[in-house]
């Protein structure tokens, strides 16, 4: 059973470009969020995705857009880039499971996606 | 701001050894995570604290969680080279519960 699933592991770009990442959650699971972790750091939530729409987002400018898909799929996209935009950028993948206390909404990482902005 | 806090940042322990990382936070909550990250891997969860009181063990690895006190610890027994390893503790941002405020880790360092 593959796990969550990211693409590409490393790129390269320069400061103004825009870059595309992308994300394929775990089988069953409905739900991606993506992280951002700088060197050194925790990772920072950007923002979650559910049933096609920007859930919730954290304090990340407008910079940071993503998308999903009908196969739960995920894009973030980053424009107008910056050196500081340069981290691991981390998929991560869940089950819409409500607040219940029978939800434990364990998130599933993906290996991430290094970017480094010159 | 919410606020996760790790102590120590950096800890490096003799194989054998015995010790403890803290985990405060700043914020109302009834559930604690605990993820492990290897150098250069992504993160992988160890353990879900759900209730104040709670406790989980899993081989060396032993975490609790004291809601009122608002701190989790993990605690490490007889440490091993595997454990060497970047812990995170994180805190779920309500209302949805299923997005993570993360602290700023905790890299362990088992020596020989």
């Known amino acids: 059973d593959a796990g969550v699933t990211q693409s590409p592991t490393h790129l390269i770009k320069t400061r103004g470009q825009q870059v595309t990442l992308r994300c394929s959650p775990k089988?069953?699971?409905?739900?991606v969020s993506w992280y951002q972790q700088a060197l050194g750091q925790g990772p920072q939530f950007i923002f979650q995705?559910?049933?096609?729409?920007?859930?919730q987002r954290g304090n990340f400018p407008d910079r940071f857009s993503g998308h999903q898909f009908p196969n739960y799929s995920s894009e973030l996209n980053v424009n107008a880039l910056l050196l500081g935009d340069s981290a691991l950028y981390l998929c991560?993948?869940?089950?819409?499971?409500?607040?219940?206390?029978?939800?434990?909404?364990?998130?599933?990482f993906g290996a991430g996606s290094r970017l480094t902005v010159l | 701001e919410l606020k996760v806090e790790q102590n120590p940042l950096f800890l490096s322990m003799q194989e054998g050894k015995n010790y403890t990382i803290y985990c405060n936070y700043s914020?109302?909550?009834?559930?604690l995570y605990w993820y492990r990250q290897d150098p250069g891997k992504s993160l992988e969860s160890l353990f879900v604290?759900?209730?104040?009181?709670a406790v989980k063990q899993e081989g060396r690895l032993m975490a609790s969680l004291d809601t009122k006190a608002r701190l989790s610890t993990l605690h490490i027994t007889a440490a091993v080279h595997d454990l060497s390893a970047t812990y995170f503790c994180?805190?779920?941002?309500?209302?949805?519960?299923?997005?993570?405020?993360f602290g700023t880790g905790t890299s362990l360092t088992v020596i020989p």
């Open positions: 991560a993948s869940s089950r819409e499971t409500g607040t219940g206390p029978s939800g434990a909404n364990v998130l599933t």
């Open positions: 089988s069953g699971h409905d739900t």
């Open positions: 995705y559910y049933e096609e729409e920007e859930r």
């Open positions: 914020t109302t909550s009834d559930r």
């Open positions: 604290l759900l209730s104040n009181g």
């Open positions: 994180a805190v779920p941002i309500y209302p949805t519960g299923n997005q993570f405020y």
